[in-house]
């Protein structure tokens, strides 16, 4: 029982993320993820000290909330001209990282927060914090624990990210691949733009304690590019098919980190990333065939 709730958390986080991912490689933004993983520290840290509890929902807001505003940051930044945007990525999510390191550390008697939960997650613990149903409801059901937070809280994120994806999904197809004729048909680019950054941000946040902010990235990242590598047809195909093999990386990374008694998260992280190489691998082989 718990192996399969640690695989369905694990395949929500990663088909959430993979999900996202597609949109911002057609745009050519996926290290904006790295930048909003980087800058929510601060915001959870502040949000701690003002509600005293890390499983809020102010948490999770203020911690989206400054994802939101590192990336409106950059993208204002970088529309000034003065600086290219990778230039105002380089500065913006470090200072904000910083600010989120340096007030855990110096409150670090009143955080519950470890660095390195924060960093590289630990999917394995997620089981233990267990979600249950209020007396009376359980009483008439039968039964009270309905599993574990993490599962909930991640299917409410995947529930809310392809919910909204799909009510905008021409407009952020449009703006993904021509901003200038999204304009021109009366499409707002950059409310889109920042829509999007939002669920990011909110499925970052969701993922903090089960993969970490670092790996993260790499579902973000590398199952959309190792299906953007197998077709470019069409955006859908790519989110599809980039949902599937961030599947496949949950099941195989679960399988042979748990035999190898490795870190499960970065296990899959891992297989995911094997995943991608053997692809582009295979698909210079068959082009250097033709």
């Known amino acids: 029982m718990i192996d399969i709730e640690i695989l369905l958390i694990a395949s929500l ?38 509600t005293g509890q890390r499983t809020t929902l102010f948490v999770v807001v203020g911690a989206a909330l400054a994802g939101v505003i590192a990336v409106v940051g950059i993208d204002l930044i ?8 990778d230039t105002s990525m380089g500065v913006i999510y470090p200072f904000f990282f910083a600010i989120g390191v340096l007030l855990v550390t110096y409150y670090a008697s009143r955080i519950d927060l470890d660095l390195n939960c924060v960093l590289f997650g630990e999917i394995l613990f997620t089981v233990l914090d267990r979600t249950y149903l209020p007396p009376t409801l359980a009483a008439y059901l039968g039964f009270t624990d309905i599993g574990p937070r993490a599962l909930w809280i991640m299917l409410a994120v995947f529930t809310t ?36 950054v939002t669920l990011v941000s909110l499925s970052i946040v969701a993922a903090f304690e089960i993969v970490g902010a670092i790996l993260v990235l790499s579902f973000i990242a590398t199952p959309p590019a190792t299906a953007y590598l197998i077709t470019k047809r069409s955006l859908a195909a790519v989110v599809v098919i980039g949902s599937l093999i961030s599947l496949v990386a949950v099941v ?6 748990s035999f190898l008694d490795l870190p499960i998260a970065a296990a899959m992280a891992t297989t995911s990333g094997v995943i991608f190489a053997a692809v582009l691998f295979g698909k210079k082989v068959v082009e250097s065939l033709k």
Do not use: Q
Not at 78 to 85: C, D, G, L, P, V
Not at 187 to 196: A, F, R, S, T, V
């Open 252 to 257: 195989i990374g679960y399988w042979w980190g």
């Open 13 to 50: 986080v990663a088909v959430t993320c993979s999900f996202l991912g597609s949109f911002l490689l057609v745009r050519k933004e996926v290290l904006i993820a790295d930048s909003i993983s980087h800058a929510v520290l601060p915001g959870i840290a502040v949000a701690f000290l003002l």
């Open 161 to 196: 990210v392809v919910t909204v994806v799909l009510l905008i999904y021409k407009e952020i197809k449009i703006t993904s691949f021509d901003p200038s004729f999204s304009r021109v048909v009366g499409i707002n680019p950059y409310l889109l733009y920042y829509i999007l």
């Open 78 to 85: 970088s529309r000034a001209r003065m600086i290219k945007k």
